[in-house]
């Protein structure tokens, strides 16, 4: 899935306000982060992660490998920060920040 540049703004705009519901340290992406990152996305479809690694190369690295692990799409790394984006179809109305945020 490849999003567009308007998307993007979009997403964007969204996870601006959102504050990170998963911190990634320099131990890695072990299973329970894995989880835990497959369960809010599903629950919330767009989340913000902080990803706590000194290195800009083990930082990219460590995204690649939890957006494969999770089939989620990166939208945006800001410093220390990215928005990951996996659509649910099913997704709760009260839990999507898509859906909760979209007026914003």
């Given at each position: 899935m490849t999003l567009s540049s308007a998307q993007k703004k979009d997403y964007k705009r969204i996870g601006h306000h959102l504050k990170p519901v998963v911190i990634v340290?320099?131990?890695?992406?072990?299973?329970g982060v894995i989880s835990e990152l497959d369960r809010a996305l599903t629950d919330h479809e767009l989340i913000?992660?902080?990803i706590s690694v000194a290195d800009r190369e083990t930082k990219q690295?460590?995204?690649?490998?939890v957006?494969?692990?999770t089939g989620a799409e990166l939208v945006q790394v800001i410093g220390k920060m990215a928005i990951l984006l996996r659509p649910n179809k099913k997704a709760?109305?009260?839990?999507?920040?898509?859906?909760?945020f979209k007026e914003i």
């Open positions: 340290s320099d131990q890695g992406a072990s299973e913000k992660i902080r690295a460590l995204i690649q490998q957006c494969k692990a709760n109305p009260n839990l999507s920040n898509l859906v909760r």
